[in-house]
């Protein structure tokens, strides 16, 4: 298995970047999906994520309204659309899938039994 991220970079404050992350070896479909981002230091935070047949949907609090998780089945990938970026967006952001949960919530910030991790890719926002 493995989930490859792309579409980070540097960018200024108040542009957009779209987040990729494609899967070989799974179906997304098959599970939940989240976004996650860390800032060295610090722990991961779940930022945005989907139980499986998108029936629930998470955002963490300071991306609520601007950032945008999706799954596309026809070519196994999920996005992550990055609107209005703020320099506190900078981290490096994985994604991760794991069994459908019972509490969505719960599962996006503790990230308790995630089957699988992407190796991540780096954005930078500069103010």
């Known amino acids: 298995v493995q989930l490859v991220e792309s579409g980070g970079g540097s960018v200024d404050t108040g542009a957009s970047l779209t987040l990729s992350c494609h899967a070989s070896?799974?179906?997304?479909?098959?599970?939940?999906v989240g976004w996650f981002r860390q800032v060295p230091g610090y722990g991961r935070d779940g930022i945005a994520c989907?139980?499986?047949?998108?029936?629930?949907?998470y955002y963490r609090e300071s991306v609520e309204g601007r950032f945008t998780i999706s799954r596309d089945s026809a070519s196994n990938t999920i996005y992550l659309q990055m609107n209005n970026l703020k320099p506190e967006d900078t981290a490096t952001y994985y994604c991760g899938v794991g069994p459908d949960p019972l509490v969505l919530t719960v599962w996006c910030m503790t990230q308790i039994a995630m089957d699988y991790w992407g190796t991540g890719t780096p954005v930078s926002v500069s103010s």
């Open positions: 989907l139980s499986v047949s998108d029936k629930d949907l």
């Open positions: 070896g799974l179906t997304f479909d098959d599970y939940a």
